[in-house]
């Protein structure tokens, strides 16, 4: 039979991971925004007939691929999150030392984040190149 202590060990060794997953999720929360917001703007765009908007669209198609790529790998965080969640309590229950698959899953959820962060930020500073082809077009009339 498991001792409260142990129960108690599991718990503080889960913390970590749930507080990621938590982080990784406002950072989903966020990034399912954004590409709603650019895909109902290129919605709107392909609706008017203005020769003008084939640019922004195509901006804004590049901008939904890199938070779709984004996405996708905050969703693999959070699953390696979820998943050392899951080999923590069992370590501690079955009592095994699961110390390379901890490493790993930790691991992996940290190097997606960076790379979604990665395409995030891509998409951040390239969302202002329809802003600055809009410029440039009423500059131009």
Same mark, same amino acid.
């Given at each position: 039979m +498991?001792?409260? #202590?142990? &129960?108690f060990?599991?718990?503080?060794?889960?913390?970590?991971?749930?507080?990621?997953?938590?982080?990784?999720?406002?950072l989903l929360?966020?990034? #399912?925004?954004?590409?709603? =917001?650019?895909?109902?703007?290129?919605?709107?765009?392909?609706?008017?007939?203005?020769?003008?908007?084939?640019l922004?669209? +195509?901006?804004? +198609?590049?901008?939904?691929?890199?938070? =779709?790529?984004?996405?996708?790998?905050?969703?693999?965080a959070?699953v390696?999150?979820?998943?050392?969640?899951?080999?923590?309590? #069992?370590? &501690?229950?079955?009592?095994?030392?699961?110390?390379?698959?901890?490493?790993?899953?930790?691991?992996?959820?940290?190097?997606?984040?960076?790379?979604?962060?990665?395409? @995030?930020?891509?998409?951040? @500073?390239?969302?202002?190149?329809?802003?600055?082809a809009?410029?440039? =077009?009423?500059? +131009?009339?």
């Amino acid at each position: 039979m +498991m001792s409260p #202590t142990s &129960v108690f060990e599991a718990l503080q060794l889960a913390i970590c991971p749930v507080i990621l997953i938590s982080a990784y999720g406002l950072l989903l929360l966020s990034l #399912t925004n954004r590409l709603g =917001r650019a895909i109902d703007r290129a919605r709107l765009l392909l609706r008017d007939e203005n020769l003008h908007s084939d640019l922004q669209v +195509m901006i804004l +198609m590049r901008r939904a691929r890199w938070i =779709r790529l984004s996405i996708l790998f905050i969703v693999v965080a959070i699953v390696s999150a979820a998943s050392l969640v899951l080999v923590l309590f #069992t370590s &501690v229950f079955l009592q095994i030392d699961a110390k390379l698959i901890v490493w790993a899953l930790f691991a992996a959820s940290l190097f997606s984040l960076v790379v979604a962060l990665s395409y @995030f930020i891509s998409e951040v @500073f390239y969302s202002l190149s329809a802003l600055e082809a809009e410029f440039d =077009r009423s500059a +131009m009339d």
